[in-house]
């Protein structure tokens, strides 16, 4: 099949296409849907059908974000420490991105679409700190609303350069697919990059859930930055002599702190990623000791089990 055949496919069943391309990248696949949105927006016939392809964009997404919020609600952190383990690169915790979710409120949902990654996090957020559904609702509408029918009416008003796009790329199939791998790859290699480069980046010194244990007992116990998220400190309390930080906020939570004094982080990431990040940040500021805890909050419970 040919790309003059899968336009007029496309064009005959749009409506479905693009509900179900929107579907599943709302879910988090890796499913590109703007392409999809400009392509069906410039072979729309009428206004009417593209209305129709609109409102298919809009409940799909709702749907999705749906499901990942009554996920979040069920689940919790969980659901968000899953998400930050399937990121390919470990630096990109989720605990950052709820910090702006809370910050933001309802007004993220709308913008979510536009931000790489946020779109995919903010409903299991949403759900996990309780959030009331008929605001979700609205609030995810309205930036579907808003992210589609700017992909649709940019399609639909640049149609003729769209289709001349699809003629050429007709033309030039071959050397096209050879662009658009190329595209992916650079992608993926960026990405990797991002991983070994946080990885390079992470060779700072560690404390161990016992080596802080001891220390907290000592007459002069270190000061314990909590990285968690909102949605998990609320399911699971505070940690007792604990300050919670955000990582936008980090400087404003230690601002006071003595720069001699020892200071321990604690966050819930993959390889102790949103941890690592805050040392990094408070060592390069002038603090004079500062260790992430190898293990996270996990290993801190566990250290605390097995004290008597």
């Not at 903010?122 to 509408?141: C, E, N, Q, T």
């Not at 609303?145 to 003729?160: F, I, K, P, T």
């Not at 990285?227 to 699971?236: P, Q, W």
Request: glycine letters at 10%.
């Amino acid at each position: 099949m040919d790309l003059t055949q899968i336009t007029e496919s496309l064009q005959r069943d749009a409506v479905w296409v693009v509900f179900l391309n929107v579907l599943l990248q709302q879910a988090g696949l890796p499913v590109p849907a703007v392409p999809t949105l400009l392509l069906a927006g410039s072979l729309a016939l009428s206004s009417g059908q593209l209305a129709n392809m609109l409102a298919a964009a809009i409940l799909a997404s709702v749907i999705a974000d749906w499901m990942w919020y009554l996920a979040g609600r069920a689940f919790g952190y969980r659901v968000l420490a899953g998400l930050c383990r399937l990121s390919i690169n470990p630096g990109s915790c989720v605990s950052q991105t709820e910090a702006r979710f809370v910050r933001w409120g309802l007004g993220s949902l709308v913008v979510a679409k536009f931000i790489p990654g946020f779109s995919t996090v903010a409903p299991p957020i949403a759900g996990a700190l309780r959030m009331a559904l008929p605001g979700f609702v609205l609030a995810a509408a309205s930036g579907a609303m808003l992210w589609a029918g700017l992909a649709l009416g940019a399609g639909w008003v640049l149609r003729n350069e769209v289709r001349s796009a699809i003629e050429v790329l007709d033309q030039h199939a071959g050397s096209a697919l050879i662009a658009a791998g190329g595209v992916v790859a650079l992608w993926l290699a960026w990405k990797l990059w991002q991983k070994y480069r946080f990885r390079q980046l992470s060779a700072v010194p560690h404390i161990t859930p016992g080596e802080l244990v001891a220390a907290m007992e000592s007459e002069q116990p270190p000061l314990l930055l909590d990285l968690r998220g909102h949605s998990m400190v609320a399911e699971t309390g505070p940690i007792a002599g604990a300050t919670i930080a955000e990582h936008d906020r980090l400087l404003d939570a230690v601002g006071h702190w003595p720069k001699h004094q020892p200071i321990v982080t604690l966050c819930n990431c993959p390889e102790d990623a949103g941890a690592i990040q805050a040392a990094q940040r408070l060592l390069k500021a002038g603090y004079l000791s500062v260790r992430p805890l190898r293990g996270g909050y996990e290993a801190w419970l566990a250290a605390n089990a097995e004290t008597p």
